[in-house]
């Protein structure tokens, strides 16, 4: 089905750090005849018939869950959701004693959200299945960066010299975190954009290429892309921001704001919105928005990833 | 009981004297020291030959997590781990469960260290009650109980009129203060240092600079109150340069390093993501703060190196890196990474390295028969080779929480001798 010049060699997905420029655009082409199927009576194949793809989640989430549990039926594979509030967790099962009982009934993949950094790297080192990382606290969310990617991409028709915009708050987004790796690898114009006490520390030495605008009218200027994150409201207690209110004051995605930007400049938010927050929904609902397209293409982007792990599971 | 060290090599930082001597040891004293001892009467001989002798090691930082944690740590596992690490004494910090802060704990400790103890343990007090931070101990008693020094380790005393008062009251004891520096306001969930490593790994940053107001803040209150202030792990460059520049302007300030600060830096993090053997308060830093560390272990702005010996099981440690406790044993390496990093590395004079482990311990805290070879002196002495490798796999800490397992060092303790008595053999 595919033309593959490049091999996939990675056993998990814990981040877009670790894969090159080649891994990401594997998984951009694998992704795209997936996303035909969608339109399709039948959406499914059997490329994964008889793996079972366990969904581990520590953190509330509708979207990515629902999104990979498609992929995974859609691949003809057993999925088993494993929701927090019923399951041994509640006892006090350590993260790892929970991953080797679901090792130990064979699950092939092991799809984790947790609220912790790095715990998908702890079960990696624990476990024999393949682990794919659902966002990890403030660190990655690999798939999301992909599908982002995958939206501008089929939009835009390339990556490199788009001038893409991260706004809200950077310090504690996994999102932005795979974007920034995704798109720098891609060589897209990345600028992070927020107030000073949401950039992180030496974000910049990290990525010399990259620009910071705290100013949002300016940042937008020109751009291509812009990603708005979502805004937690408890970093308002952190004193990260004076209040919601003036948040918004700042960096709230209006129609006005939009007006200042190029015509066919693209909206993606991950979700979910807090509507009236960081974007209005005349923004959220304008035809530069490509959120709703973002959804589905998670889809296909996921189905892609779990078809490339498991030929090296 | 007799016991002769013959041919060894011995290193005397106070009479800055590195020579091959003989030294014989009666009653857990030195009674002679002397370029050939030789007797006719039959006794225990150590041959040292090619060996190094020191005085025995003084850590004056050791968490031994007896009472309250005995499933990290005891006081016999912890004085076997220090003996095999060639120390003779140490000091046992006072964030046990309950905390040392009255006259019973302070006993009790004592006694379970004289009964079930390898070698010399002194404990250190509490500066406030339960280490809130906001009423002082009764360090009076605590004192004639038998304290060696007093500290909140494991957190700053926040109130700085408290902190005041307890280096003013501290005073009238001749007690030195062991002051754990960090404004936990600015550290608050951190994990990791901030900078490169925190934004990489999405973990919670812990800035230099929550070290290092405290650091000044208890310069100046030291300066107040000429009192006896001890700085302990100091992990920043900027710490350094401040206190540098207050012992240059006379105030009565001395510090310490762990041998993992001027080993590691934040970068082993990304080589081992999360692994949480490289968690410890203060974190890991940056080379620019190692490169100072060196620098002031050369100039002496260093005046010790301890081990914050912080053990934690297995269970505790396998875990998110958020949710494990900060901390790594360490001593069993500290003499083999001071020989094998400050010795060869960084040609750091041995005699200098053997001051900050003895010498210097002795000296700032008042132990009048320690950290000499001399004669009347305690028979506290270690024995090691300089340039036998070893590789770290095994140790007789009850705990494994070290960054350093299957690292190849040299400097191999061969005998520890405490009170006369050989309490290891390597």
């Known amino acids: 089905m595919l033309k593959q010049t490049h091999k996939f060699t990675h056993k998990h997905l814990l981040g877009l750090e670790h894969l090159s420029k080649e891994d990401i655009e594997l998984i951009l082409d694998t992704a795209k005849p997936?996303?035909?199927?969608?339109?399709?009576?039948?959406?499914?194949?059997?490329?994964?018939?008889?793996?079972?793809?366990?969904?581990?989640?520590?953190?509330?989430?509708?979207?990515?869950?629902?999104?990979?549990?498609?992929?995974?039926?859609?691949?003809?594979?057993?999925?088993?959701?494993?929701?927090?509030?019923?399951?041994?967790?509640?006892?006090?099962?350590?993260?790892?004693?929970?991953?080797?009982?679901?090792?130990?009934?064979?699950?092939?993949?092991?799809?984790?959200?947790?609220?912790?950094?790095?715990?998908?790297?702890?079960?990696?080192?624990?476990?024999?299945?393949?682990?794919?990382?659902?966002?990890?606290?403030?660190?990655?969310?690999?798939?999301?960066?992909?599908?982002?990617?995958?939206?501008?991409?089929?939009?835009?028709?390339?990556?490199?010299?788009?001038?893409?915009?991260?706004?809200?708050?950077?310090?504690?987004?996994?999102?932005?975190?795979?974007?920034?790796?995704?798109?720098?690898?891609?060589?897209?114009?990345?600028?992070?954009?927020?107030?000073?006490?949401?950039?992180?520390?030496?974000?910049?030495?990290?990525?010399?290429?990259?620009?910071?605008?705290?100013?949002?009218?300016?940042?937008?200027?020109?751009?291509?892309?812009?990603?708005?994150?979502?805004?937690?409201?408890?970093?308002?207690?952190?004193?990260?921001?004076?209040?919601?209110?003036?948040?918004?004051?700042?960096?709230?995605?209006?129609?006005?704001?939009?007006?200042?930007?190029?015509?066919?400049?693209?909206?993606?938010?991950?979700?979910?919105?807090?509507?009236?927050?960081?974007?209005?929904?005349?923004?959220?609902?304008?035809?530069?928005?490509?959120?709703?397209?973002?959804?589905?293409?998670?889809?296909?982007?996921?189905?892609?990833?779990?078809?490339?792990?498991?030929?090296?599971? | 009981m007799k016991l002769l060290i013959k041919n060894g090599i011995v290193v005397e930082p106070a009479k800055n004297l590195q020579q091959q001597l003989d030294i014989l040891i009666e009653n857990g004293k030195i009674i002679r020291i002397a370029k050939k001892i030789e007797l006719k009467e039959k006794i225990e001989i150590i041959d040292a030959k090619n060996y190094i002798v020191s005085p025995g090691l003084i850590d004056i930082h050791t968490h031994l997590r007896e009472p309250g944690n005995e499933d990290e740590e005891t006081i016999a596992t912890g004085t076997k781990a220090a003996a095999a690490g060639g120390f003779t004494t140490i000091f046992c910090m006072p964030n046990t469960n309950p905390p040392i802060d009255n006259q019973a704990t302070v006993e009790l400790v004592m006694l379970k260290a004289k009964n079930e103890g390898l070698i010399n343990v002194l404990p250190v007090g509490c500066i406030t009650k339960q280490r809130k931070g906001e009423e002082l101990t009764e360090i009076g008693e605590l004192k004639n109980a038998g304290v060696v020094a007093i500290s909140d380790d494991g957190s700053s005393v926040k109130n700085s009129k408290i902190m005041r008062r307890a280096l003013e009251y501290t005073k009238m004891f001749d007690l030195v203060i062991i002051s754990h520096c960090e404004d936990t306001d600015l550290s608050k969930d951190g994990v990791v240092n901030e900078g490169k490593v925190s934004t990489l790994l999405g973990l919670r940053g812990i800035p230099k600079e929550a070290e290092e107001i405290m650091v000044i803040r208890d310069i100046i209150l030291a300066s107040l109150t000429q009192s006896k202030l001890h700085i302990t792990h100091v992990s920043t460059k900027g710490s350094i340069d401040f206190i540098r520049q207050a012992k240059k302007s006379g105030i009565k300030i001395t510090c310490d390093v762990t041998p993992h600060h001027f080993v590691l830096t934040e970068d082993k993090l990304l080589e081992y993501p999360y692994d949480t053997n490289l968690k410890m308060n203060p974190p890991l830093r940056t080379q620019e703060d190692l490169d100072a560390i060196i620098e002031a272990i050369k100039d002496d702005v260093i005046d010790c190196i301890a081990s914050d010996h912080a053990p934690h099981t297995i269970e505790e440690k396998n875990k998110e890196f958020d949710l494990a406790p900060f901390g790594i044993i360490g001593l069993e390496t500290v003499l083999p990474l001071c020989i094998t990093y400050l010795y060869y590395k960084y040609k750091i004079p041995l005699i200098k390295i053997i001051e900050k482990l003895t010498t210097n311990p002795a000296k700032i805290f008042g132990l009048k028969t320690k950290g000499k070879i001399e004669l009347g002196f305690d028979a506290d002495l270690t024995i090691f080779s300089l340039d036998e490798e070893f590789i770290v796999d095994k140790f007789y800490s009850k705990s494994t929480n070290s960054p350093f397992v299957g690292w190849k060092l040299k400097g191999k303790i061969k005998y520890t001798i405490c009170n006369g008595k050989v309490v290891y053999k390597g």
């Not at chain 1, 953190?59 to 995974?72: M, N, Q, V, W």
């Not at chain 1, 966002?135 to 969310?141: K, L, N, P, S, V």
């Open chain 1, 34 to 313: 997936f996303k035909t199927l969608f339109t399709r009576t039948i959406k499914k194949v059997p490329t994964l018939r008889g793996r079972s793809v366990v969904l581990l989640f520590y953190e509330p989430s509708t979207r990515t869950r629902t999104s990979f549990e498609l992929a995974a039926k859609r691949l003809s594979a057993d999925t088993v959701n494993i929701a927090v509030q019923t399951s041994s967790v509640q006892k006090g099962e350590s993260l790892i004693d929970t991953a080797r009982t679901l090792e130990s009934m064979k699950a092939d993949f092991i799809v984790i959200r947790h609220s912790y950094s790095g715990a998908p790297y702890l079960l990696a080192k624990n476990v024999s299945s393949s682990i794919i990382n659902a966002g990890d606290g403030f660190h990655e969310h690999p798939t999301q960066g992909l599908l982002d990617i995958f939206t501008i991409r089929e939009k835009k028709k390339k990556i490199e010299n788009l001038k893409v915009v991260i706004v809200g708050d950077i310090l504690h987004s996994r999102v932005a975190r795979s974007n920034l790796w995704g798109l720098t690898k891609l060589k897209a114009k990345v600028v992070l954009c927020g107030p000073p006490t949401l950039i992180p520390k030496d974000i910049d030495k990290i990525f010399p290429q990259i620009d910071i605008e705290y100013n949002l009218d300016k940042a937008i200027k020109d751009a291509d892309v812009i990603n708005i994150l979502r805004v937690q409201f408890e970093r308002q207690l952190e004193h990260l921001f004076p209040s919601v209110r003036e948040y918004s004051l700042l960096y709230g995605m209006t129609k006005e704001r939009l007006a200042k930007a190029k015509n066919d400049v693209l909206i993606l938010h991950p979700g979910p919105m807090n509507r009236g927050i960081e974007i209005t929904t005349d923004v959220a609902d304008s035809v530069n928005s490509v959120i709703n397209e973002q959804v589905t293409n998670g889809i296909a982007v996921r189905m892609a990833v779990l078809y490339l792990l498991s030929l090296n599971h």
